[in-house]
């Protein structure tokens, strides 16, 4: 793709900042919906963080909570939520959480409208309005157009991509990111980190979207190791709040990559996080593409704080890789894929393969025997 011949649009209204949240009732009146149904996971609820949104909330908003969700969502997750939306009518749904929560919700708010116009003779009710609240910095799947499911019974992880998968509005409010513990922000940010990293170097990247794919870069740079070491640098959050949205905006409209293509079936296989699989891949997959397009890593290791003024521009590629190998390290994370009894690479390989959404926009031709190599690289 010309990066300078594209479309550019944005389906989802943003609202960011913090104590954004309050503005839900007032969203609510002026779209004339009556029953909210909120959707997340016991996560969320544990960590009090749906009781911050439910405060906002107050007496202003008849609501309902659908807190069904699990890690890696799946087709029965969906299922129920749907019924649950019938037996409320609800017609608009709030999703607070992270990834799962949100794709479930993407997913819950498809399917509801698939099934209105399959039993109607006439669509009279107009589409269930989809909020998005953000509770962690990474997935970037509250602007999404994409989700991602899990087939439990084929342990698979699948993903769909529509305009019509994207919400309405997303508010995103960093305060909602203080509680999430350092662990889930460094693999969190990591996941932003991928998603812009592949989103610039992929091959149907554009120019406005590059703009914000660097941008994101930059700030997982600058603000993932002090949001890790101090959960209450709230200037550290809010720049990792706005690297995972850039990083959202971007891969949904440039795609992503190997990153993700062997990550989907590490994560349904192994249960293996998602933000914590593109941790251990990541460097490595650079490695692999960085000679499809050497001037792109190389501006990659200047966007994370290297002076590249006296390097070739391979030498400066290569930094790239040892700079997102330093941040891993700089943020406490060791895991490996020999910790998680990774066998049968084969299999493996021949399921990203598979995943061929992601592996169209990768800047570099992928064979089975470089995915087994990579593979390989980190046991």
Request: proline content about 4%.
């Amino acid at each position: 793709m010309n990066a300078y011949n594209f479309e550019f649009q944005i389906k989802t209204k943003i609202k960011f900042g913090r104590n954004k949240i309050t503005e839900i009732p007032a969203i609510l009146r002026k779209e004339n919906r009556k029953k909210l149904m909120i959707v997340v996971d016991q996560g969320i609820k544990q960590a009090g963080i749906l009781a911050k949104v439910t405060d906002a909330l107050a007496d202003q908003v008849d609501y309902c909570i659908f807190d069904q969700v699990e890690p890696d969502p799946t087709l029965a997750i969906v299922s129920a939520g749907v019924q649950y939306a019938v037996e409320e009518e609800a017609d608009a749904i709030l999703a607070v959480g992270g990834g799962s929560p949100i794709d479930s919700a993407k997913a819950i708010r498809s399917a509801l409208e698939s099934e209105k116009m399959d039993t109607e003779a006439e669509l009279t009710s107009r589409q269930c309005l989809l909020i998005t609240v953000p509770t962690t910095s990474g997935s970037g799947s509250e602007v999404t157009k994409t989700i991602v499911i899990t087939d439990s019974h084929n342990k698979h992880k699948f993903a769909a991509t529509s305009d019509e998968l994207a919400p309405e509005i997303s508010i995103v409010d960093p305060e909602l990111t203080r509680t999430l513990p350092a662990s889930l922000t460094a693999i969190g940010g990591m996941d932003a980190l991928s998603h812009c990293v592949e989103a610039y170097t992929s091959k149907d990247a554009v120019l406005p979207f590059e703009m914000i794919a660097t941008k994101g870069i930059q700030m997982v740079n600058d603000n993932l190791r002090p949001a890790v070491g101090n959960p209450d640098n709230m200037d550290a959050r809010t720049g990792m709040s706005l690297a995972s949205l850039f990083g959202g905006i971007a891969f949904s409209n440039c795609g992503l990559g190997l990153v993700h293509a062997i990550a989907h079936p590490l994560g349904g296989k192994y249960k293996i996080p998602h933000g914590l699989v593109n941790s251990m891949i990541l460097a490595e997959v650079m490695n692999f593409n960085l000679i499809s397009n050497p001037a792109k890593f190389a501006n990659i290791a200047r966007l994370m704080g290297v002076d590249t003024s006296q390097m070739t521009e391979m030498e400066a590629a290569h930094r790239s890789i040892e700079e997102v190998r330093n941040l891993v390290s700089d943020i406490s994370i060791h895991s490996t894929l020999s910790d998680f009894g990774i066998e049968n690479l084969e299999e493996i390989a021949e399921l990203a393969l598979e995943e061929k959404v992601m592996l169209k926009s990768n800047p570099r031709p992928v064979r089975k025997e470089d995915i087994v190599q990579i593979l390989e690289n980190l046991l």
